[in-house]
């Protein structure tokens, strides 16, 4: 039988392999070529592939920046509208506080007269009595008298300390004090009831009517509130008024101290000169 002799087959010499390996060996003789010839020619050829790259990083990196910028911008905004808020309710503040002091503040007034803020009212402090913060080292003594808003009298210095003074009002319990009442002006005797309330009584004939205003020496003739209710019992020859004061105890914030002389001190009971 006759043998059939096939050409061994070499893969390195295959034609596939012979043109890629041709190709390879090119490429690299080619690459040494320019590596020897032209070394600074990969840089020059790829200068403006890095040049891209690096614009578009920066470009990348401008963007992000922009997201960090509007944050930033944002917290800092939000800063702002906070510290605007505590201005304008600082300036509020101030704009009621200078209507206040010019509210108890008179046209005309005496050298020792002296504003000072309440530090404590009812109910921290026992009620119907104001701490100030005004004391001896601001000429403060006890006898002193005390204003409220408008010129209302409220009451009368009882104890001082050198930076402290306490105010007995003349709606404190026990506290007496002399005024008049009505159009008519009828004297009477006013007795504090507690709470800013105070009573008096007069003849069932006094002609006297809800919501008569009271007043006290001040000096001159000053309001210290009016008739709340009048209290009458058939069997009684008398009335009774409930008098409410003009200034709320429990809001007041300012307080104008003056030396009215002995008369005031005189109208009060040795309660409201308690320590």
């Given at each position: 039988m006759k043998k059939t002799y096939l050409a061994k087959r070499n893969?390195?010499?295959?034609?596939?392999?012979?043109?890629?390996?041709?190709?390879?060996?090119a490429c690299a003789i080619l690459a040494l070529l320019l590596r020897l010839l032209a070394p600074n020619i990969f840089w020059q050829l790829f200068t403006p592939a890095f040049r891209v790259g690096d614009s578009i990083a920066l470009a990348s990196r401008t963007f992000l920046n922009g997201f960090n910028d509007i944050a930033a911008l944002a917290a800092k905004n939000e800063q702002l509208q906070s510290e605007n808020a505590a201005l304008a309710s600082e300036n509020q503040a101030l704009i009621e506080k200078e209507a206040q002091l010019k509210a108890l503040l008179p046209t005309s007034h005496a050298a020792s007269d002296v504003l000072a803020g309440v530090v404590?009212?009812?109910?921290?402090?026992?009620?119907?009595?104001?701490?100030?913060?005004?004391?001896?080292?601001?000429?403060?003594?006890?006898?002193?008298?005390?204003?409220?808003?408008?010129?209302?009298?409220?009451?009368?210095?009882?104890?001082?300390?050198?930076?402290?003074?306490?105010i007995t009002l003349f709606s404190a319990p026990g506290a007496e004090t002399h005024g008049w009442v009505g159009h008519n002006a009828l004297?009477?005797?006013?007795?504090?009831?507690?709470?800013?309330?105070?009573?008096?009584?007069?003849?069932?004939?006094?002609?006297?009517?809800?919501?008569?205003?009271?007043?006290?020496?001040?000096?001159?003739?000053?309001?210290?509130?009016?008739?709340a209710r009048i209290e009458s019992n058939p069997s009684s020859p008398?009335?009774?008024?409930?008098?409410?004061?003009?200034?709320?105890?429990?809001?007041?914030?300012?307080?104008?101290?003056?030396?009215?002389g002995a008369a005031v001190r005189d109208a009060f009971t040795a309660a409201t000169s308690t320590p």
């Open positions: 893969a390195l010499l295959s034609p596939g392999n012979v043109s890629w390996g041709t190709l390879a060996l404590a009212r009812p109910p921290e402090s026992p009620y119907d009595t104001l701490v100030v913060a005004a004391g001896s080292q601001d000429g403060i003594a006890p006898g002193y008298e005390a204003f409220g808003e408008g010129g209302v009298p409220l009451g009368v210095v009882s104890s001082v300390t050198s930076g402290f003074s306490r004297p009477l005797t006013l007795l504090g009831a507690g709470a800013g309330a105070m009573t008096a009584s007069l003849t069932r004939s006094a002609r006297v009517a809800a919501s008569d205003v009271v007043f006290v020496p001040g000096p001159g003739m000053l309001p210290i509130g009016s008739i008398g009335i009774t008024l409930h008098i409410k004061s003009a200034v709320n105890p429990f809001s007041i914030t300012w307080v104008l101290l003056r030396d009215t």
